[in-house]
């Protein structure tokens, strides 16, 4: 019973972790990281039950390393996609066509995008948070039409906030309103209010 645990209570605790990962939305990346290191682990537990002689742990471990340099090098040289000038006027241009914008501000820095939006006085904060994903949404698609990123859904923002944090700022026209403002780290799945 004691020699089982050695081989299934590491794959139990990676699970556990797997799915706590899942749960707070980390990314691919991330979850590529914790697979190595995972592995490493239940290796070094194998080598502490003697059931690995040192010789072969020490093909493991190189093995291992290596997998996990590799998975670095795909994740850092992954084509990370840069937003042009024309494709920030383009999706301005399409946002402020829209009757309830009077104006939008697409700003991108280092790995942020924001975008500053000005609607009517009247638009509900329903209307608000609709809008304000619709400039993310603008913007993804623009940039993924000369690339192969995915492109946003009706559920999904697009894979170009998989790259940048993104910042949602909507304001009205009177300025005692409320500013509404969202975010989405680039290695979460959902915008948070």
């Keep these: 019973m004691n ?12 699970l556990v972790f797997m799915l ?20 490493l682990i239940i290796s070094l537990i194998l080598v502490a039950n003697q059931r690995l002689s040192r010789k072969h742990f020490s093909g493991v471990f190189l093995g291992l390393i290596l997998i996990l340099g590799l998975i670095i090098l795909m994740v850092k040289t992954q084509d990370f996609p840069v937003v042009t000038k024309k494709q920030i006027h383009a999706a301005t241009d399409h946002l402020e066509n829209n009757n309830d914008i009077l104006q939008a501000v697409i700003e ?22 609709e809008l304000g994903e619709s400039c993310a949404k603008v913007l993804a698609k623009e940039v993924s039409k000369n690339s192969a990123l995915t492109k946003p859904t009706a559920n999904y923002l697009g894979e170009l906030y998989d790259f940048y944090s993104l910042e949602l700022m909507v304001g009205t026209d009177h300025e005692e309103d409320e500013i509404m403002f969202m975010r989405k780290n680039k290695d979460t799945k959902e915008l948070v209010w």
């Excluded at 020699?3 to 990676?14: E, K, R, T, V």
């Excluded at 706590?20 to 592995?39: D, P, Q, W």
């Excluded at 820095?109 to 329903?126: G, L, P, R």
């Design 3 to 14: 020699n089982q645990f050695f081989y299934i209570g590491p794959i139990l605790i990676f």
């Design 20 to 39: 706590a990962m899942f749960i707070i939305n980390s990314s691919i990346s991330m979850i590529g990281y914790v697979l190595g290191v995972a592995t």
């Design 108 to 129: 991108v820095e280092e790995e942020t995008i924001s975008c500053s939006m000005k609607v009517k006085h009247n638009s509900s904060e329903e209307e608000k948070e």
